[in-house]
């Protein structure tokens, strides 16, 4: 009872978790898994990489993947290299356009520099406001872009709702399955000093 009561509590947290950020702009919800094993229930989390839909800003400088797979590039300022399926770009005092989080869109010859009002089209070519190539983004194979738009949280808050009160509930079902437990051991005692005596 006492690891059911624990996994339900992790999974009471991962379905809040994922509400609290239902509206943040690319947040990828937590999934908790529950196993029936030798030492009772015990979980663990993985993210949902589904896809969510993409929410139209009108920014040229906001890019966001279509579809299923695909992703644009950015380096850090540690050096690494990831994936990522939208940012809002701000071109930097040096040119480089950089994400919130400070890093930069990779085009096929480093990092993208051009002005903010350059226009990137669905297949990564960045234009500037005269409709000259000023460089590619570097895209996932098999991806394209729009530009304008960022992908929205995949939270289902409906979804996350019913799973945060089916936990609850069975959180509150261990809890009173382990006091019954107790009360039977305790009266279990009383009747064996009864009758010794």
Do not use: C, Y
């Amino acid at each position: 009872m006492a690891s059911a009561m624990h996994a339900m509590q992790a999974r009471v947290d991962v379905a809040a978790g994922n509400l609290s950020n239902a509206s943040s702009d690319g947040f990828r919800r937590s999934v908790a898994h529950i196993a029936l094993g030798p030492r009772g229930l015990s979980e663990r989390a993985s993210v949902d990489v589904a896809p969510a839909s993409l929410r139209h800003t009108g920014r040229s400088l906001d890019l966001a993947v279509a579809g299923v797979g695909g992703g644009l590039l950015v380096r850090d300022a540690a050096g690494h290299v990831v994936i990522v399926r939208s940012g809002s770009f701000e071109p930097s005092a040096g040119g480089e356009w950089r994400d919130s989080a400070g890093r930069a869109l990779l085009g096929e010859r480093g990092p993208i520099r051009a002005s903010s009002d350059a226009t990137v089209d669905e297949r990564g070519v960045v234009s500037d406001p005269a409709g000259a190539v000023v460089g590619h983004v570097r895209l996932v194979q098999g991806t394209t872009v729009q530009s304008g738009f960022i992908e929205a949280s995949n939270v289902d808050a409906v979804h996350e709702m019913v799973n945060l009160l089916a936990a609850q509930r069975a959180f509150e079902t261990a809890q009173k399955t382990l006091s019954a437990i107790d009360d039977v051991r305790a009266r279990e005692t009383s009747d064996v000093a009864r009758v010794k005596a």
